[in-house]
């Protein structure tokens, strides 16, 4: 009994003291990551993008603080407010239909009127870029249609390239890394041999140096805690985001934020620095001044129901989710808000060179042009001369007083040349020098689908034997009939086969 006793008696304190450890570890983990430091950012320079319900955020808040931001570029989403009739809306009509643009117009005008956005004017100066893969059965083309008719109502067309000839899945769009170009899935990161957030730059901020192959800034995680109000959970939002900060903008050198949303399932609590790291941003801040920002969602299961992690575009965190008072634009531009701390408001760089044209990337119909450096020039007019007979014609009304330009309206598989002629009070000045640049050829007609086995069968365009899967109409096998099991499809004459728009089955991702 004595000795029962004093083993009692002793192992209480360890048991004591054991807690007490466990309780440092938890602490120093949840303080292993520093708060935001403010840099010399000018705010209203800020420009987002994202990829599927990131993409949906990029334009929610894009539109809200339109005020700040120069630039959008949207990697499969859809129209401002959308999913805005719930859950249901989102995942039917914002994934797989085709929204009317007049009912997001309506939105972002009542949204205005009412002062829960920035005013309208602003959006006018915005540049626009989209991307759509004619393989993505997950967000499909005719949703990013109605987003490009949209913005056509609020931004001129020559200010908006939309890229959609690329057989590109649902994913970001990168230049060297993911997963095979057609496919969905994995970590949502594919491989198109198409510089996808680069170009994306160039189109919002124009021509600017060229990139690195290898990074040499910094990756930081920070807390993104003390940014939300309320609830950390029913945010929706992770503890932890992240920071990619190049060595020229932590020595206090004047910089600009790039904010890059991440899609559903593709949060760092489910892929890890796969998106931040490898989605294509990183290599082109460090010779362009670029802090770009990783803001974070988390999967939650029971408030709000959000599995996926996906940015709340259709409710979940409250009824103002695409208003400056959303729960998490109001978090992310606390975070800007932080980051433009140490901004010094610094002269224009003066700048006495010809400028240098680019047509960086083209479409069936379209071609985006930027340029770089330039006289100080009131604006630019741009000529263009086809094949046909070499005369160069101008196609710009009035002098472009940015420094990209879209030329919509051209033909298939056709070259073109470019020059650009600055214009200053005396007139215009000598050409630039001649890009040159040839339209894609246009996309195959192409209907696929994206789904879970389950979905695919409820939707009809599978046939359920035994609990096993087909193919409606070719019975191609696709697998146990389950809400795990997910199949490309794509749609032909006799009804659906498994595979991707050019014929070759999906490869597992």
Known sequence: MIETAGTATNIQPRISQLMG???????????????????????????????????YMAVQFAIAHSDIVTGIGVFAGGPYRCGAG???????LCMQGRPDPRNAITETESAAADARIAPLDNIRRQRIWLFSGYNDGVVRQSVMNSLYDYFLHFVPSTHIFYQNTLPAGHAMITLVYGNECQLTGGAFINDCDYDGAGLMLQHIHGGLAPPVNDPGGTILPFDQTAYISGDNDRSGMAREGYLYVPKSCSEGEPCRVHIAFHGCRQYAGEVEDKFYRYAGYNRWADNNRIIILYPQTQATHLSPLNPQGCWDWWGYSGADFAYRTGAQIKAVRSM?????????????ESIDKPPVLSAIDSTAGSVSLVWSGGSQASGYHLYRAADADGLFRRITDTPETGSSYVDPGLSPDMTYHYRLRPVSSTGEALDSNTATIVTRSAP??????????????SKGRANLWFGLTFAKGSWDFMGLWNLFSETALYRDR??????????APAATP
């Open 21 to 55: 450890f466990l309780l440092c570890l938890l602490v120093a983990a949840a303080s292993s990551a520093s708060p935001l430091a403010g840099y010399n950012v000018d705010i209203r320079e800020t420009s987002v993008s994202g990829i599927s319900s990131g993409a």
């Open 86 to 92: 719930g859950v249901g809306t989102a995942l039917g």
């Open 336 to 348: 800007l808000d932080q980051l433009a701390t140490d901004y010094s408001a610094s002269a224009p």
């Open 444 to 457: 195959p007609a192409c209907d696929p689908y994206f789904s879970d086995n389950v979905t695919h069968v």
């Open 494 to 503: 006799d009804g659906f086969q498994v595979g991707v728009c050019s014929g």
